[in-house]
C-alpha cells in the first residue's frame, strides 16, 4: 500500500518529481515515474496482482517498474521488438506481460524468466493485445491493421480462431465476457467470449468523427460489463449500453475542449487519447491531447474534476486493482504535426496520482457538457 501524505507530495519526493527544462514542475504534483522511456508512451498497464506497472512505447520498447508503498518507483527489466510497440496487457496473474507491434507480431513476457517469446503473427501491425481468461480456455486477443482479430494459445504458433473486423482494428478492450473492437470506418464489434468468441453485433459509432480509444464498464450491482464509452478525436465521449433500459441512458459529453473567452469565440477541440473505467467506484477518467486528466460520474453525468494543464499531450492512462493511484503518461502524440514538438521541452513522463477520493461518486458537482 503506499504510504499516507508523502503519496503525491513534491516536498517529500524531491528526487523523482519530474522537472521540465524550463523548472516548471508538473503543477499537480504528482510523483513522476524513474526513467521513462525516451519516445512516446502507446499504453500503460498495472498488474492485477501487484504493485507494478508496465509502458509500452514507440522506441520500441516495454518497460517494468516496481512501485513501493513511498510512491518511488524502481525500474525492473524490459523488453523490445523491432518497431513500435502498441499496445500491452497482463495475465491474469500477473507473471507475463503481452505485447503489439507495429512488426506484426504479439509477444509474451514471462518475468520468471525475464524471455521475451513471439506468440502471434498478423499481416500488419498488431494495433490491440488483450488476455481472456474463462471458465473454459485461456487466450491472448489481438486486433491488427490487417482486419482480422486473432485468438491464440501461447503454446502453439497457429491462432485458435481468426474473425474478420470491417476495417483496421484502432482500438479495443476485454472484460470477459464482452469484448469490443472499434475499427476505421467509425465501426464498433461486440464480441461474446463465453464457450468460444463470436460476434455478438456490429453497430456505427454514435461519435461523429473517428474514435481511438475503447473502454467497458460494469454494472455496479451486478459486476458484469454493460457497456462501453468511446473517445474520439471530436474531444468527446460516447457512454453506450449494450441493452439499455431507456434509449437515453446513451449519451456523449464534450470534454478535452478549451473554454471560448468570448461567446462566438473559436473552440479549440482536442482527443481523448485514453479512457479507464475506476475498478471500485465504477466512475471514469478520461486523458487527452489538451495535457488535462478528467475525472467524471457518468451515472449523474457530472465532472468530478479537471487537473491543471501539462505540457504536452496525455496519451495514456490506467487504474491499479485497488483504485488507490490513478497512472497517467505524458508524451506528444504528433497531433499539431512536427511544427509543434518541442525536443526541449516535451520529454515522455508517467506520473501517478493518489486518487481514490477524488473518484468517489458525486465527490464534486459540475455540469458536464452534453
Known sequence: MFGGSAFGSAASNTSNVYTWSTGQVNPNK???????????????????TGMFICASSWNNTVRCWEVQ??????????????????????????TKIFTASADKTAKVWDLATNQATQIAQHDAPIKTVHWIKSPTYS????????????????????????????ERAYCADVVYPMAVVGTAGRQVVIYQLDGQPKE??????????????VSIFKDRKTNTPAGFALGGIEG?????YIQAANPKDNFSFKCHRSVPASTGAVQDIFAVNDIAFHPVHGTLATVGSDGRFNFWDKDVRTKLKTSDQLNQPITACSFDSTGKIFAYACSYDWSQGHEGYNQAKMKPAIYLRECSEELK??????????
Open 139 to 166: 487466450c491472448v486477443m489481438t486486433g491488427s491493421w490487417d482486419k482480422t482479430l486473432k485468438f491464440w494459445d501461447t503454446r502453439t504458433p497457429t491462432p485458435m480462431a481468426t474473425l474478420q473486423l470491417p
Open 236 to 240: 468527446r465521449v460516447a457512454i453506450h
Open 30 to 48: 504528482d510523483i513522476a515515474v524513474d526513467s521513462p522511456p525516451d519516445d512516446s508512451i502507446s499504453a500503460l498497464a498495472w498488474s492485477p
Open 200 to 213: 455478438f453485433k456490429t453497430m456505427e459509432s454514435p461519435l461523429k468523427y473517428q474514435h481511438r480509444v
Open 361 to 370: 461518486a458525486g465527490a464534486n458537482k459540475k455540469g458536464v457538457a452534453a
Open 69 to 94: 508503498q513511498t510512491g518511488q518507483t524502481v525500474p525492473k527489466a524490459e523488453q523490445s521488438h523491432s518497431l513500435p510497440i502498441l499496445d500491452v496487457d497482463w495475465s491474469d496473474d500477473g
